[in-house]
């Protein structure tokens, strides 16, 4: 069988397709694969603010590639899909999660408490953002773009004092032993996925989707189908932060869910445990607990019930 992979051309994007390639290559009957490079428009225009640029910036040009016939599986971060798919087009979360955690990188390796007041923080997740807003108000956050190498190199220049990103980013880059400082998720709540590798098929296609089952990592599955169905139930798109996380601990499964304003001033965060039998109903329940604590002010969406 063959099979053609698109994947964005960044290092970190190659070294998560040639993760799934490498778990796919150790199946009884290993299909034959063939990697295409596919440049996302996130990835043509670096230096425009995220915010601006909508969303599936990372993953549009793969899904339509997919559509057209031009490949077969598209590798992504689970953290860049969107909640509701394009029509015709399916996913499967495969392999072990990475480190979900956020973490700061810094001149001179401080942590965020050692860092002096009007340093600057640089990330563009507005996530992110309000969550180091609420922990150090007296810092200056600002938007940084580009891949993770570029982040690294400009939160040591001139322009920036540290800039906080994935865990699992440096991880997979080999990168991680320039972590200042590891965020709990409790701390700094991560991005619904964080850590995760999805990859994209069409529908119909029943051979790829049966290929990649064989990949599932069941406690990953459950906990990242907990966070996606936490951020479904919250409206999807969101206009304001809002972050999940879920872990699968024996039979329970513990989520952490936070929902605040921009500038960080405003916040809701809880934490959770239920039955890891029922991850939808149990992201479900984090929105309802959030939206009953709040948060449905914060979203300006009415009553929440």
Do not use: W
Not at 140 to 167: F, H, M, S, W
Not at 237 to 258: F, H, N, Q, S, W
């Amino acid at each position: 069988m063959q099979i053609v992979v698109g994947t964005r051309g960044s290092q970190l994007a190659l070294v998560q397709t040639e993760e799934v390639l490498s778990r796919l290559r150790l199946l009884n009957q290993p299909p034959s694969l063939t990697v295409v490079e596919i440049k996302s428009t996130g990835d043509a225009l670096p230096e425009a603010p995220l915010a601006k640029l909508g969303k599936g910036i990372f993953i549009r040009e793969l899904e339509l590639a997919l559509l057209q016939g031009r490949i077969n599986m598209a590798v992504h971060s689970l953290k860049d899909l969107p909640v509701d798919l394009a029509e015709g087009l399916s996913m499967v979360v495969v392999g072990q999660r990475q480190d979900p955690r956020d973490v700061l990188v810094s001149k001179d390796n401080r942590s965020l408490s050692e860092m002096a007041p009007g340093e600057v923080i640089g990330t563009s997740s507005p996530r992110r953002m309000a969550q180091l807003r609420a922990m150090r108000d007296d810092l200056r956050v600002e938007p940084i773009r580009g891949n993770v190498d570029t982040r690294l190199q400009k939160a040591l220049g001139q322009d920036y004092d540290g800039v906080v990103v994935a865990a699992a980013g440096l991880a997979r880059l080999g990168i991680e032993g320039r972590t200042a400082q590891y965020f709990e998720p409790i701390e700094m709540v991560p991005e619904p996925g964080q850590g995760a590798l999805a990859v994209e098929v069409r529908s119909e296609d029943q051979e790829s989707l049966r290929l990649l089952s064989q990949l599932v990592d069941p406690a990953t599955s459950i906990a990242t189908a907990a966070e996606r169905a936490f951020v479904e139930a919250m409206g999807g798109g969101c206009k304001v932060p809002i972050a999940a996380y879920a872990a699968v601990e024996g039979d329970t499964l513990v989520l952490v869910g936070m929902v605040a304003s921009e500038d960080g001033a405003q916040m809701v965060k809880t934490r959770l445990e239920l039955s890891a039998d029922e991850p939808l109903a149990a992201g479900e329940a984090l929105a309802e607990k959030l939206l009953s604590m709040g948060a449905a002010d914060i979203l300006n969406v009415g009553d929440p019930t």
